[in-house]
Each structure stands twice: as structure tokens, then as C-alpha cells.
């Protein structure tokens, strides 16, 4: 027997054959990446393409599989390429070095392939893959996992619900800012206050909630958020005072002027006891006299669930508590002890004072694999703890906390993958719209949920009554569980959702406009197409996220300046990018409750008699969404799946940011899945490098809302 | 027990993290036997290699042709020689921190040398197509397990669908998982038992399997048992008439998603499985393993099968009785829920 007499048998020369002529776009080669080129290179498909625009690290190595540590360093996709093809000589894998979001990969690009397989570990990357496949009407096959758990899905235009249907919660943990500068009770808690006090003395300080001048205890009236930030309000009860908050913020400034205006200039910063004077300086302001403030002016933090007490820096050196015995004798493994947290500290700061890194003093930005940075964080947040009498955290795990490291192993990636080619086969096999006398075709319906004792076909299933056209009749979402289901669902299929009417990304039309972009101008654009061609009255433009034009009610008038000055300017010049061939915009008019996407199709060579206006438009004109919307949907379950991890996001109180973003709905019979949308694959990618930045998803004027990476 | 290097910490990161550093001591110290390369073993070969696990591969057999279609540890060039001796160089590369060693000996029947060569291991993984088929065989080998204090794990596929039997005797599991992902593990829980039926008692089950509640793709399974028991030299696709008329005659005619008559089931079981199909079982199979290893979580008690049909995968207690484990109080869950 060859190479594929099992395939052809067990799957029938038909669908086979679809399999060995489907073109494929894997996008990511990280954990799932990995074993979805494996599998797919060794079940006949032979027409292939994988993009990633990360690099191998040795912290890969457990599960991305096609990697060896002499590749570490080197571009994922080009390596998985080599080795997944060294697994079958017929296979043709193209891999690219790039960033899916880049424009080389834009619809045209996608439009090349029959199918599409997500491999990602963020939901950003995974809303362009999704856009771009409804917008090439392409099948996508999504995927995610953390530790032990995981989903597939699949996702076509019209058929079923697509990524962005239900809104993301992005994975943020949200924690109000009064607890991490005054009330902190977990370890995570100090883990971000020290990120704080890190970007206070190293990088950008206005950035740093420790310099902020916004109060803690700003709307304690309105809390209706998380029991944590509920019982945190509560703990500070009486404090809240208007002449407290002027004490806190003097405090505030205090700890400020210990911070940057001692800082070692010139000679000084070389000079290694005056560095070190600095850093000492710096841990009498935050570790004792701080404290020795806070107590006071919280009259002794009567009913906080944490009362902290001073540690003079003597005390810390001469604590002879000894260092966690029981771990292994892994510096980075035990939990320090009190003397060497203090005396790290110092280090640390030293280290980071060192003339090599000095330049960057000021713009220096938290890395968890930055072994200074990651030192300092540790025995600050170490010695927070101990003030606040919090457990304590070993450098191992105060990395895992502060860099948001993503769970992976190799045995969910495995699984995840395999779902997805099952579901590519079935999907590759309906594609082509031939009638195929295979058992694919003869199935019945998925059992519908959470009691599925069975998984024969003898149930019916009235839901599922796809039109015999549909490539997604035969689909499902699976969800990988760690502990049995119902009566015993390790893996647990269900039915797609249809798609949701009201979903800004698939739920309207999609129109393309024809145009030179070189030659038109964004105030073309508004008046032409926007007012004369659509209708709309008051058109807000988003570009990549960016709002590049916008006008109607409740606009600043600096606003409204600044968006005016973008008319004149030619589409390619437009900002955030500029507009050109394959991008697309969002546009929306509130007034009209309607949005819809907009692809501009790069196009010069008009005929200037038949076509005057030298544009063409195509596509549906959209429909007013406002009769059918159901806000409740919106909000329900916005606790429902915080999923693990992502983002750390501190938040002023608790807010209306978690209802803004937090709203992610799923269907009951999940409910047991703690867990969506969760990052995994290539982690790296969403880890190390994303900068902290203050939100901008609060509309609601929250001063007070920081995200940290 | 020797401690962790700094090197196994910067490979193992992202799983120390999941299971901790105890659970991560256990699979370095742990031995695993793989006996077969076919299926889900090969994937539990990559599965448990990356997890620090040392392996012995171990199959009589040569490299066919078919072999290399889906096991990647083996090139063209490997065909015609040994499956373990080959394989096990490139398992090894997959971690080089890990410890790899290859057998090329047969299956034994006699118990003695059973025994022998079922030693030193802490889990056996024995696919049953390098068996010949021989349910009585993989029985004895379970029962040489049992004397041993090895788990045993028995795989066998069918196409697109896939099945293992897990028994790992009277397992201790010592903790669970904490179900945020910032904590390693939880403290100063009661350990709880798990006793599995042995793999004889699966096979004295089988009757009352095919005419019971269970899912029909675990009947399949069961009819292949109970046609080839006594007579595994009927373990050919010649006999799929044969197996046709035994389900008839014991009045069981499960339907399987994905399959259309009972020969052509019968005659995936002789071709090789499905890779993708493997990757699924082959993880759900290795992380039992693991979880054999770590006495970390509950183990799955004792039959689970994949249909990549429907894409579900179920665990079956066979025989039926459902000596359900302790479960855990709803409040609990929402505790450690909280306390992330």
C-alpha cells in the first residue's frame, strides 16, 4: 500500500481529491500551527501556505514540535515549512515571514485560497482573518486554546455566526486602581503595582498610575461591578473624604519627587554608590514612608482586608526569614526571602542604571524577558506583599503573573488541530457543491448540546436544516474540556449559530468601491459615494481602527477641526495608513443605526464618457439595523467569560469598561467551558510586545483606566 | 529524584506553568513504553516525548510504505527496516533533554517473558494492531501490568473513529488543577481513589456492552472483540462477511456516523489510521497518561472513543457500573473560581 491508500479509503477517492487539490492558508505556525501543517501535509493536502511574523523561542520548544533549540531565533513559518515538508515529499508549502494584517495579504490574497485554518493567540489577528474571509467568502476554520482547554470553530459568510458576532472580551483582568495603590490583597495585585513603580522610574511616568493625579476613590456611590472592587470600596469607607484624596495625592507627589527628582544625573548615574542611594531612597518612600502615610491617613485601614505595615529597609536586611525550602534550588523557582527581595531590589535598579541601558532611561517598557526588569518587578512586588501580608511569589511566577504567560501544552494543541482538519475535509468535501455519495453526505445532524449521550445518527435535528448548498451543513463548534460533560463528553460538538443580524463585521452588506485612490479625496469620498450614492446623513469612517473622519451630535469642536483637515487629503494620504487598494473601511452613521464595510478596490483606467464620475460601486445597499437590535443580547453574561488570560487592566472603580467590552455571549450549553477566544498557538506574538497603553475603549470619561500588556 | 535544571525550565516553561514543578519532577523521573508505532501512539511518542517523559518504542515490525504515509517519525528511506530503531532518532530530536531507547522485540505470550519485558515501566501504551489483534494477548498484558504496577493503555483505530482502554489499576490522584491559569495547583487537597476494571473484565463486559446503552461507536469496538476472541487468525479484511454475520448473530447493528455497513467498518481496521484522527486520540490519550504520571487530575475511567464524524469524544465506563468518583460540591468549583 502507498502513501494515501488509507486516506482514499477511509475518507473515498472523491473527498480525497478534494483534499489534494484544496489550497490551504494557515495562518500562524505556533502551537497549533505546528500540528496543523503535520496533519495536513500527512492527510493529502498538498497546496499550502502559512504565514507568521514571529520567530522561534526556546520557551516553544514543549509542543511547536517542527522546531529544534538550533532554530531558536529563527522565523517560525520558514522553519515549520522545512520540516512539515521533509514529512511528505509531494507537499508544497509557501511560507511567509510577515504580519497577517500586513496589506500583501489582503483580500485578493485571500481569494487565492479554497479555505482558511486560524492558528493565533489573539483575538485582534483573528477579527482580520475573519474579516478578510467574509469578505473573500472563504470557509475559515477558527481555533484557541489555554492549558488544557480549547474550541474550534467554523465561520462562513451567511451561514453561520463569525468571529466578531458576539462581542470579545479581549481577556483583560480588571483590577480598580484604589487597590493597586492602596488595598491590594493578591499577589497579582502587587505584581502590577510594581510594573507601576517600574514604568515610574524607567519609563514614561506620566504613564504610570503612581504619578497619576486621579483619585482613588472616585465614584464609590456607583460601584456595581466585581465583588473585589465592591469589598475594596467598602474597606475604605470614611477615608473617602475630599481632604483625604488632597493627602493621597500629596503622598502621591512625594513618592513622585523620590522617584525622578533624585534620580542620579550626570557623573552620579555612574557613580555606583550614589545609584544605589537613589534606588535606596526609593524604597524608604514606597515601602515605609508611604505606608506610614497611608496608615494614618486610613486610620489604620480599619476594615480593609489587608493592613499593611511599614518595612524600614534595616528590617528587610536583617529578617532572617529563610528562603522557601521546599522548591527546588532554582533561584528563579523558590520564593526569595525578605533580605534577598530587598537586596534584588537594589540590583536591580543598579543594573538597570548600567551605562548600557541608560540611554533608554524614561521610554523603558516592562518585558517579561528582560531579566533586569523582570528582577526589579519581582522584589518589589515581593516586598509589597510582604508589607500588605500577601503570599509571596517565586521570579518564576511573578513572570507567568506579569507577562500574562499563556498556558501551552502540546497535547491540546494536538487535539485542536485535528478537529480542524475534520472540519476542513467536511467542509472541502460540501465546497465544490458536488453531490459525493459519501457517508459525509448521509450523516444526520450533530446531536444538539450538552446531553448528547450519543453520537449515532438516529436523531434528527431540525435545526440543523442548512440548505443543501450551504458548505456548513455538515459543521461544528467543538469545545475540549478537561473534566467529562454531560455523560461523558471529552470533546463536546454542537451546532454553529446562525449568523447574528446585528454584527458590525458580517452583519450587513459589504460594498466595494472602484476608485483612484492617488487622485481622490477623503471629502470624495464623504460627499460622493457616503451622501450621494448611499444616503447616509451623518458618516463616521474608521480605518483600522483609527477614526479618520467623523461628524454629527457630540463631537468636540477640536474634533470636528481635525477631521475636517483630513478632507482635502487624497485617500492614499489619508491617515493611519491611507486608503488604497484592498482597504477596508468601517463606516457607520449612528444616526441611522446603520454600518457596513466599504473595500476599495484601486481602479484608473475609466472610461471618461461612460463614467463621468470615474467610480464604480457594487454590493447591496445596507439596511438600517435599528428595528431589529436587541441590546439585553449585548449585555448579557458580561462576566460570563473572563477568560484567564490576556490583558491585566486596571480600572478606576469599576466600570462601565467591562460593560463596554466584556460582553461576549454564548450558548448556554458551554456555560460549563470556562473559557473563550483564548489566545494560544504562537504565543509570543501577543505577549512580549504590545506596549501598555490607557484605553481607549471607555467612552464614558473613566480618567482612571490603564491596560497593562 | 534529581532536581530540575535551569535548561528543562527554559524548554518547559508554558507546562510548568499548567501542572508545576512537582508534577514536571514526576514525568522526568517517569518511564513509558510505547509498544506499536501505529495511530495514536505515534502522537503519544510526540505527545510524551515534549513532556520530558523517557520513552522505549518498541515494535517487531518493518517500515512499510503505508507507515510513512502518516508516521512522521520515518522517511522513505526507512522502509523495510526497523519501526522503533528507526523512529526512536527522530523522537529523540523532537527533545533532546529527553531519553529515547528502541526494542525490536515481539509480542511473548508466555507470561514469564511477558513480564520481563513489561519491566521497569511506569505506563504501557500497546497498540492492538501489533498484537495481531490478540485481545487475549493485550489481557495478559494488562494482567502483567496489574502484577507490575504499570498502567496499561490499549489503542485501537478504525478509520475515523478511535478508541483506547485505560487501566491504571488503583489510581491515587493527589490534586486537581486549579481552573484559573495564575496558580499551578491547589494545596492540602484529599486525595482521591480511582479504581479501574482490568482489561479482562472489559472483555467479559463485551456481551453486555453490544446489547447495552453504551454509544454505538463503543459498540464497534466491542463486536470486533467479541468476533475475534479465541480467533485472532480471523483478524484479516478477507473476513468482513464473517464479522458482518457475528453482529447479526449477536444482534447488534450499531450505527456509526460515518460508517455504512459493518464490513466496511471491519475493514478499517486494518488500514492505517488517519493522522489527524490520531493527533485527537493520541492527545486525549496522553494526557491520561500524564495525568497517570502527575496524579494530577482525574484520570478518565476507562473506555473513550473519537468518531471524527461527529467530532465527539466520549468516556465510557465498561463494564457498566458507574462507580462514579466523589464529586466535587458545585460551591467548591465557584471557590476556586473566585479565588483566580
Redesign the interface.
Known sequence: ???????E???GAEVFAEVTQARVLVVGAGGIGC?LL??LV??GFRDIEVIDLDTID??N???Q?LF??KHVGKPKSLVAREAAM??N?DVNIKAFLGNIKADEFGIQYFQTFDIVLNALDNVNARQHVNRLCLAANLPLIDSGT???LGQTTVIKKGETQCYDCQPKTENKKSFPICTIRSTPDKP?HCIVWAKELFKLMFGNPDESMLSGSEDDFADDGAQDGG?EAAEAGKGEGDAASGEDQQKEREIRSQIVDAVLKAKPEGADADDADKVRAYARGVFDAVFDNEIHFKLKLRNGYKGAKKKPTPLPFDEAMAATDASDPS????R??RVLSLNECAELFLASVAKLWAPARRKDMGSMEFDKDDREALDFVAAASNLRSHIFGIERKSI??TK??AGN???????????V???Q???AIKILARLKGKKISH??F???P??ESSN???????SSNPDASASPTSVTSDS?A?WVV???IG???????TNLDKPNPNCYSCGNSTMTLSVDATSWTLGDLVDKILRKSVGINAPSIMLKSSEIYAEGDGLEEDEIELFKANLPKTLVDCPAGGIKDGTILDIEDFSQSLSFKLIISQKDDFDKDANPDQFELSGDAPVSKAAESSPDEAQSNARGDDA??GDLEVVEGPTSATAAVASKKRPAENAAV?LDESPSGS?SASNGSKKPKVSEDVTTGDNGVICLD | MSAITGDQVAVYDRQLRLWGVQAQQRLLNAKVLIWGLEGSNVEACKNLVLAGIALTLRDHRTVTAADVGFNYFLRPEDIGKNRSECASKRVQEMNPLGSVSSSSEGPAKNPEKLKELLKGFDVVIVGLSCLGFDFELAASMDAACRSLGAGFLLTVAAGEIAFFFSDLHEHIMQERSAQGSTDVGQTGQNPETFSFPSFSDWLAAVPALLTGKSDDSFKLFGLFASFLRGKAERAVPSAAADFEAHCQEVKCQPKVDGLQTMQQAFGHFFVEPLVHVASVLGGLLSQEVIKAITRKDPPLVNSVCFNAHTGAALVEHCPAKPAAPVKRKAEEDVADLLDD
Open positions: 500500500m502507498g502513501r494515501y491508500a488509507h486516506l479509503r477511509a475518507l500540528e503535520k496533519d500527512l492527510t526556546t520557551s520548544l514543549n509542543r514540535f529544534r533549540s521533509g514529512f515529499p489555554t492549558g488544557y497579582v465583588d522548591s527546588s534550588g532554582l528563579d523557582q518564576f511566577e507567568g503573573i504567560i499563556i498556558h501551552a501544552i502540546a497535547t491540546t494543541n494536538a487535539i488541530a485535528g478537529i482538519i475534520v472540519e457517508p459525509y448521509t450523516s444526520a450533530r446531536p448528547s449521550s450519543s453520537s449515532s445518527s438516529s461544528t467543538v478537561r473534566d467529562p455523560s461523558g463528553n471529552l470533546l463536546q460538538a484567564d488570560d470556562p504565543d
